[in-house]
């Protein structure tokens, strides 16, 4: 099995800066994507950023200029620094992986952390 352990939520201030982190263990042969999505009360779950293997990136428009996904494939690791927080930050966050499991898998597994807290205050 895999398993995604997600830190670094908790309360800032609007203008504010959090740094999230995801590490990924367990049978793991290669780290496809790894992302973090979010789902605030009452939405649905949204795509934050993801980040390839080689390091290219994708954001929402909503964080675009304030937020910066990084990887360490050698730790198994993603990272969200999110700077000019805003209150509509306020969700809880999701790491997410695809993974594949060992050489002789056919495909790749998608797996999700347990979820973050974030809430900015105005």
């Known amino acids: 099995q895999v398993q995604l352990v997600e830190s670094g939520g908790g309360l800032a201030q609007a203008g504010g800066s959090l740094r999230l982190s995801c590490a990924a263990s367990?049978?793991?042969?290669?780290?496809?994507?790894m992302g973090w999505y979010r789902q605030a009360p009452g939405k649905q779950r949204e795509l934050v950023a993801d980040?390839?293997?080689?390091?290219?990136?994708n954001y929402a428009d909503s964080v675009k200029g304030r937020f910066t996904i990084s990887r360490d494939n050698a730790k198994n690791t993603v990272y969200l620094q999110m700077d000019m927080l805003r209150p509509d930050d306020t969700a809880v966050y999701y790491c997410?992986?695809?993974?594949?499991?060992?050489?002789?898998?056919?495909?790749?597994?998608?797996?999700w952390g347990q979820g973050t807290q974030v809430t900015v205050s105005s």
């Open positions: 980040i390839t293997p080689g390091s290219n990136t």
């Open positions: 367990g049978s793991i042969f290669k780290i496809n994507n």
């Open positions: 997410h992986a695809d993974v594949i499991r060992s050489r002789l898998s056919v495909g790749s597994y998608s797996y």
